[in-house]
């Protein structure tokens, strides 16, 4: 059974930055798509970014396009988010999850997930 725990979470002001950190555990990690979704009070979970196993392949929210970066450590069993220049309406709770299969964005091809860490964007 993967268990997958994110950290890294915060407040912070608009323009800001943050990084989460996902850490991976009981799974052969390094075959997994990894990938982060966000979900706001009152609104569906939405894709943000997705990282293939060998990190070679990446893809991103066009929301989050060119401010976000998401990358993984193989070797650490890691992923993480780093996300500069933050808005206010990036304020989410955010999950990694991981997928058996390709590059993935949808909720449904995902099948295991952390808990979340809260992430608020004060303007």
């Known amino acids: 059974q993967v268990q997958l725990v994110e950290s890294g979470g915060g407040l912070v002001k608009a323009g800001g930055s943050l990084r989460l950190s996902c850490a991976a555990s009981?799974?052969?990690?390094?075959?997994?798509?990894m990938g982060w979704f966000r979900q706001a009070p009152g609104k569906d979970r939405e894709f943000v970014a997705a990282?293939?196993?060998?990190?070679?392949?990446?893809y991103y929210a066009d929301s989050v396009k060119g401010r976000f970066t998401i990358s993984r450590d193989n070797a650490k069993n890691m992923v993480y988010l780093q996300m500069n220049s933050l808005k206010p309406e990036d304020t989410s709770v955010y999950y990694c999850?991981?997928?058996?299969?390709?590059?993935?964005?949808?909720?449904?091809?995902?099948?295991?997930w952390g808990q979340g860490t809260q992430v608020t964007v004060s303007s």
């Open positions: 999850a991981c997928a058996g299969g390709p590059i993935a964005t949808k909720t449904s091809e995902y099948r295991h």
């Open positions: 009981g799974g052969t990690f390094s075959s997994y798509t």
């Open positions: 990282i293939s196993w060998a990190g070679a392949r990446t």
